[in-house]
């Protein structure tokens, strides 16, 4: 049974930061491609930023120089840094890891509000 469980999401003013974990079954998670996406209110579920096994990064043009993904090898665990946080980052948050299918969490609430 393969699980992602993700946390840290909450809420934060406008120009804060929050760290996002997802913790992962150790069997797939050094062969995975890790993710995270968001689903605004009313849109489609949109990738943020991933990271190969090889450590390779990729980005949404919204986030860049904001958010920072990184792994941990040794916890099973990936995390998402975002900092500069603005409203328009409001969303559920989801862990994504895709090996030939994709598995993803339950998903955390972000909001950026005052």
């Known amino acids: 049974q393969v699980q992602l469980v993700e946390s840290g999401g909450g809420l934060v003013q406008p120009g804060g930061s929050l760290r996002l974990s997802c913790a992962t079954s150790?069997?797939?998670?050094?062969?995975?491609?890790m993710g995270w996406y968001r689903q605004a209110p009313g849109k489609q579920r949109e990738l943020v930023a991933s990271?190969?096994?090889?450590?390779?990064?990729n980005y949404a043009d919204s986030v860049k120089g904001r958010f920072t993904i990184s792994r941990d090898n040794a916890k099973n665990t990936v995390y998402l840094q975002m900092n500069s946080l603005k409203p328009e980052d409001t969303a559920v948050y989801y862990c994504?890891?895709?090996?030939?299918?994709?598995?993803w969490g339950q998903g955390t609430q972000v909001t950026v509000s005052s």
């Open positions: 994504n890891a895709r090996i030939a299918v994709n598995y």
């Open positions: 150790g069997r797939i998670f050094s062969f995975a491609t």
């Open positions: 990271e190969t096994r090889g450590g390779s990064t």
